[in-house]
Nanobody
Framework: VQLQASGGGLVQDGGSLRLSCAAS????????MGWFRQAPGKEREFVGH????????YYVDSVKGRFIISRDNAKNTGYLQMNNLSPDDTAVYYC??????????????WGQGTLVTVSS
């Protein structure tokens, strides 16, 4: 399975974007999917995850209530809907597939990252 993240771009403060994570291969539905981000000059951090079935999600406090993770296993695609964006959300966003949770080593597959820039 390979992951391809897309949907990043430039958005104004308070705007919205939806990122997609397209998986090749038939085993995508076996994995939990996580989203991470890396802001300029900072370490990569966990944003949230969704279980393999889509039945459960988890978000870090900084995005809770603004970001929504979903997936469509029939389309082998996961999504990160980002609302009410702020300049603090500017980062390269990565999708990953694996066992889930906040630790990077729980994930065995990574997308290439897509840049989100929020202007003030």
């Amino acid at each position: 399975v390979q992951l391809q993240a897309s949907g990043g771009g430039l958005v104004q403060d308070g705007g919205s974007l939806r990122l997609s994570c397209a998986a090749s291969g038939r085993t995508f539905s076996r994995y939990a999917m996580g989203w991470f981000r890396q802001a300029p000059g900072k370490e990569r951090e966990f944003v949230g995850h969704i279980t393999w079935s889509g039945g459960s999600t988890y978000y870090v406090d900084s995005v809770k209530g603004r970001f929504i993770i979903s997936r469509d296993n029939a389309k082998n695609t996961g999504y990160l809907q980002m609302n009410n964006l702020s300049p603090d959300d500017t980062a390269v966003y990565y999708c990953a597939a694996g066992n889930g949770g906040s630790c990077e080593w729980n994930y065995i597959l990574w997308g290439q990252g897509t840049l989100v820039t929020v202007s003030s």
